[in-house]
Nanobody, 106 residues
Framework: QLPLVESGGGVVRPGDSVRLSCVGS????????LGWFRQAPGKGRERVSC??YYDDSVKGRFIFSRDAAKNMIYLQMNRLKPGDTAVYYC?????WGQGTQVTVSS
């Protein structure tokens, strides 16, 4: 399995939108095991979205999608809040990306 690589993070203002991308391999198998997690400063890693699941804190604002042909998953993040500030990681089974920082600040 190739390592997972995230991209798309940055510094944005409250209310902005950002799309994270993650490229890997084998994304057509065990699709249920694909997901996005995040870790805010001083906190543990938490699950944000996995296929049809969304944490309550992001429900209605974030959208998970997948492009099987490209072995990519995406996280469209809308109406961002300062509380969304974290390092975001993609995950597939036991593989993790290196993370991409998203900072929401006015």
């Amino acid at each position: 399995q190739l390592p997972l690589v995230e991209s798309g993070g940055g510094v944005v203002r409250p209310g902005d939108s950002v799309r994270l991308s993650c490229v890997g391999s084998g994304f057509t198998s065990e699709v249920y095991a694909l997901g996005w997690f995040r870790q805010a400063p001083g906190k543990g890693r938490e699950r944000v979205s996995c296929t049809t699941y969304y944490d309550d804190s992001v429900k209605g604002r974030f959208i998970f999608s997948r492009d099987a042909a490209k072995n990519m998953i995406y996280l469209q993040m809308n109406r961002l809040k300062p509380g969304d500030t974290a390092v975001y990681y993609c995950n597939h089974k036991t593989a993790w990306g290196q993370g991409t920082q998203v900072t929401v600040s006015s």
